[in-house]
């Protein structure tokens, strides 16, 4: 059964940073493409980030450009969100998704499988 467990969220001030993991049970990380999504109230899931499952390959949505960065540590079956400069309006239910393919041409949903539960973030003062 797979399994994906996001945590790391919680309540920070603007400017503080925060990392988020996602630990992977019942397959095996390396051969599939990774992403972090986010959903804020109101609004649609969007794309964060991605990673090709060799971690060659990254792409960020441009708000998060600069300030977030994914990895993976296929050894630990882990993959990471480092989030740096959070802003109020990074304020999200944050997501953990598995593709079914090493890569992906973007950080479309559709392209991914298998979800996590979500982890809160909120910026706040």
């Known amino acids: 059964q797979f399994e994906l467990v996001e945590s790391g969220g919680g309540l920070v001030q603007p400017g503080g940073s925060l990392r988020l993991s996602c630990v992977l049970s019942?397959?095996?990380?390396?051969?599939?493409?990774m992403g972090w999504f986010r959903q804020a109230p109101g609004r649609e899931r969007e794309g964060v980030s991605c990673?090709?499952?060799?971690?060659?390959?990254?792409n960020y949505a441009d708000s998060v450009k600069g300030r977030f960065t994914i990895s993976r540590d296929n050894a630990k079956n882990t993959v990471y969100l480092q989030m740096n400069n959070l802003k109020p309006e990074d304020t999200a239910v944050y997501y953990c998704?598995?593709?079914?393919?090493?890569?992906?041409?973007?950080?479309?949903?559709?392209?991914?499988?298998?979800w996590g539960q979500g982890t809160q973030v909120t910026v706040s003062s």
């Open positions: 998704a598995a593709s079914g393919w090493p890569v992906v041409s973007s950080c479309d949903a559709g392209l991914f499988g298998s």
């Open positions: 019942g397959f095996t990380l390396d051969y599939y493409a």
């Open positions: 990673i090709a499952s060799s971690g060659e390959s990254t």
